[in-house]
Protein backbone atom coordinates (compact mmCIF):
# COMPACT_ATOMS: atom_id res chain seq x y z
CA UNK A 1 0.00 0.00 0.00
CA UNK A 2 1.40 3.18 -0.88
CA UNK A 3 0.77 6.25 1.00
CA UNK A 4 0.84 10.06 0.60
CA UNK A 5 4.33 11.18 0.62
CA UNK A 6 2.92 14.64 2.80
CA UNK A 7 2.29 12.20 5.33
CA UNK A 8 5.57 10.34 5.94
CA UNK A 9 5.97 8.98 9.09
CA UNK A 10 9.73 9.13 10.07
CA UNK A 11 10.95 8.01 13.40
CA UNK A 12 11.71 9.14 15.98
CA UNK A 13 10.68 12.66 16.52
CA UNK A 14 11.31 13.61 19.50
CA UNK A 15 9.68 16.05 21.89
CA UNK A 16 11.96 19.11 22.61
CA UNK A 17 10.45 22.02 25.18
CA UNK A 18 12.08 25.14 23.68
CA UNK A 19 12.80 27.77 26.65
CA UNK A 20 13.42 31.49 25.98
CA UNK A 21 12.92 34.54 27.34
CA UNK A 22 11.64 37.97 25.76
CA UNK A 23 13.05 41.48 25.67
CA UNK A 24 11.57 41.93 29.40
CA UNK A 25 12.89 38.51 30.92
CA UNK A 26 9.14 37.01 30.75
CA UNK A 27 10.51 33.18 30.08
CA UNK A 28 8.24 31.20 27.39
CA UNK A 29 8.41 27.77 26.17
CA UNK A 30 7.25 25.49 23.09
CA UNK A 31 7.16 21.77 21.95
CA UNK A 32 8.87 21.06 19.12
CA UNK A 33 9.54 17.93 17.32
CA UNK A 34 11.72 18.16 14.31
CA UNK A 35 15.02 18.14 15.87
CA UNK A 36 18.43 16.75 15.57
CA UNK A 37 21.52 16.39 16.75
CA UNK A 38 23.78 17.83 13.64
CA UNK A 39 27.33 17.74 15.83
CA UNK A 40 28.71 16.75 19.08
CA UNK A 41 28.16 20.01 20.48
CA UNK A 42 25.35 21.56 17.87
CA UNK A 43 21.60 21.29 18.05
CA UNK A 44 19.65 21.54 15.03
CA UNK A 45 15.72 22.54 14.70
CA UNK A 46 13.06 23.36 12.03
CA UNK A 47 11.03 25.69 13.52
CA UNK A 48 8.20 28.04 11.83
CA UNK A 49 7.94 31.61 12.87
CA UNK A 50 6.76 31.87 16.34
CA UNK A 51 7.02 33.62 19.95
CA UNK A 52 10.10 31.78 20.55
CA UNK A 53 11.88 32.46 17.61
CA UNK A 54 11.33 36.27 18.04
CA UNK A 55 12.81 35.74 21.58
CA UNK A 56 15.89 33.71 20.33
CA UNK A 57 16.60 35.96 17.94
CA UNK A 58 16.47 38.95 21.05
CA UNK A 59 18.73 37.02 23.10
CA UNK A 60 20.88 34.70 21.53
CA UNK A 61 19.82 32.01 23.20
CA UNK A 62 17.65 29.04 24.42
CA UNK A 63 17.03 25.69 26.72
CA UNK A 64 16.03 21.94 25.59
CA UNK A 65 14.07 20.08 27.90
CA UNK A 66 13.80 16.39 26.64
CA UNK A 67 10.04 15.48 27.30
CA UNK A 68 9.57 12.72 29.23
CA UNK A 69 6.65 10.06 30.51
CA UNK A 70 6.21 12.31 33.87
CA UNK A 71 6.18 15.86 31.52
CA UNK A 72 3.63 14.94 29.17
CA UNK A 73 0.72 17.09 29.99
CA UNK A 74 3.00 19.95 30.04
CA UNK A 75 4.75 19.01 27.49
CA UNK A 76 1.96 18.60 25.05
CA UNK A 77 0.69 22.05 27.10
CA UNK A 78 3.39 24.06 25.08
CA UNK A 79 2.23 22.67 21.70
CA UNK A 80 -1.41 23.84 21.83
CA UNK A 81 -1.05 27.54 23.50
CA UNK A 82 0.41 30.37 22.00
CA UNK A 83 2.95 32.23 24.07
CA UNK A 84 1.92 35.19 22.11
CA UNK A 85 -1.99 35.30 23.87
CA UNK A 86 -0.96 33.71 27.43
CA UNK A 87 2.04 33.38 29.85
CA UNK A 88 2.40 29.45 29.35
CA UNK A 89 5.00 29.19 32.14
CA UNK A 90 2.71 30.64 34.33
CA UNK A 91 -0.84 28.69 33.36
CA UNK A 92 1.56 25.10 33.51
CA UNK A 93 2.24 25.87 37.14
CA UNK A 94 6.08 24.89 36.76
CA UNK A 95 9.15 26.07 38.17
CA UNK A 96 11.75 28.15 36.26
CA UNK A 97 15.41 29.57 37.08
CA UNK A 98 17.92 31.57 35.10
CA UNK A 99 20.55 29.31 33.55
CA UNK A 100 23.68 30.14 34.41
CA UNK A 101 25.36 29.39 30.97
CA UNK A 102 22.79 31.54 28.65
CA UNK A 103 19.93 33.87 28.67
CA UNK A 104 17.41 31.16 28.92
CA UNK A 105 14.76 29.50 31.15
CA UNK A 106 15.57 26.57 32.66
CA UNK A 107 12.04 24.47 33.59
CA UNK A 108 12.95 22.71 36.44
CA UNK A 109 10.31 20.16 36.08
CA UNK A 110 12.79 18.44 33.55
CA UNK A 111 15.42 16.23 34.28
CA UNK A 112 17.61 16.60 31.53
CA UNK A 113 18.28 20.12 29.70
CA UNK A 114 20.67 21.34 27.51
CA UNK A 115 21.83 25.21 27.29
CA UNK A 116 22.04 26.32 23.99
CA UNK A 117 23.54 30.04 22.41
CA UNK A 118 21.86 30.47 19.23
CA UNK A 119 24.29 29.67 16.04
CA UNK A 120 22.19 30.21 13.58
CA UNK A 121 18.73 31.42 12.45
CA UNK A 122 17.97 30.67 9.13
CA UNK A 123 14.52 32.29 8.35
CA UNK A 124 13.93 30.97 5.21
CA UNK A 125 15.10 27.65 5.38
CA UNK A 126 13.05 28.20 9.43
CA UNK A 127 15.61 25.99 10.29
CA UNK A 128 17.77 26.92 14.27
CA UNK A 129 21.40 26.08 15.08
CA UNK A 130 22.54 26.36 18.71
CA UNK A 131 25.54 25.52 20.48
CA UNK A 132 25.47 23.17 23.50
CA UNK A 133 27.59 24.97 26.36
CA UNK A 134 26.27 22.89 29.22
CA UNK A 135 23.83 20.33 30.12
CA UNK A 136 21.64 20.28 33.24
CA UNK A 137 21.03 16.78 34.38
CA UNK A 138 19.03 15.23 37.45
CA UNK A 139 20.81 12.81 39.54
CA UNK A 140 17.53 10.50 39.23
CA UNK A 141 17.87 9.60 35.98
CA UNK A 142 22.01 8.85 35.96
CA UNK A 143 23.36 5.35 36.03
CA UNK A 144 26.93 4.46 37.09
CA UNK A 145 27.42 8.54 35.73
CA UNK A 146 25.45 8.29 32.54
CA UNK A 147 22.29 9.51 31.45
CA UNK A 148 19.81 6.34 31.90
CA UNK A 149 17.32 6.73 29.26
CA UNK A 150 15.28 3.83 30.84
CA UNK A 151 15.44 5.89 33.89
CA UNK A 152 14.43 9.57 31.99
CA UNK A 153 11.82 7.85 30.08
CA UNK A 154 11.76 10.61 27.24
CA UNK A 155 8.56 10.15 24.51
CA UNK A 156 8.33 10.59 21.09
CA UNK A 157 5.63 12.00 18.53
CA UNK A 158 4.30 9.03 16.81
CA UNK A 159 2.95 11.42 13.62
CA UNK A 160 0.47 8.14 12.70
CA UNK A 161 -2.05 8.21 15.77
CA UNK A 162 -1.30 11.66 16.88
CA UNK A 163 -0.28 10.11 20.58
CA UNK A 164 3.27 10.53 22.32
CA UNK A 165 5.21 7.09 22.88
CA UNK A 166 8.08 6.37 25.94
CA UNK A 167 11.59 5.59 24.25
CA UNK A 168 13.84 2.90 26.23
CA UNK A 169 13.32 -0.44 26.01
CA UNK A 170 17.03 -2.05 25.17
CA UNK A 171 16.95 -4.39 22.03
CA UNK A 172 20.51 -4.98 21.19
CA UNK A 173 24.08 -3.56 21.52
CA UNK A 174 25.62 -1.29 19.85
CA UNK A 175 28.87 -1.73 17.62
CA UNK A 176 28.64 -5.18 19.29
CA UNK A 177 25.64 -7.49 17.72
CA UNK A 178 26.76 -6.71 14.54
CA UNK A 179 30.06 -8.02 14.67
CA UNK A 180 28.67 -11.78 14.72
CA UNK A 181 27.67 -11.19 11.30
CA UNK A 182 30.81 -9.12 10.16
CA UNK A 183 33.35 -11.69 11.76
CA UNK A 184 31.78 -14.60 10.06
Given at each position: ???????????P????????????????????????????????????P????????????????????????????????????????????V??????H???P?I????????????????????L????????????ILT?????????????????????R??G????????????????
Amino acid sequence: MEFDSKHAVIVPEGVFVIGTFDENGVPNAMNAAWGIQSDYEKISLFLAPHKTTENLKKTGAFTIAFATKNTVEISDYFGVESGKNVNKIEKAGVHVHKSTHVNAPIIEEYPLVLECEVEEWDEKKEMLTGKIVAEQVDESILTDGKIDLGKLQPIMYDASFHVYRVIGEIVGNAFKDGLKIKNK
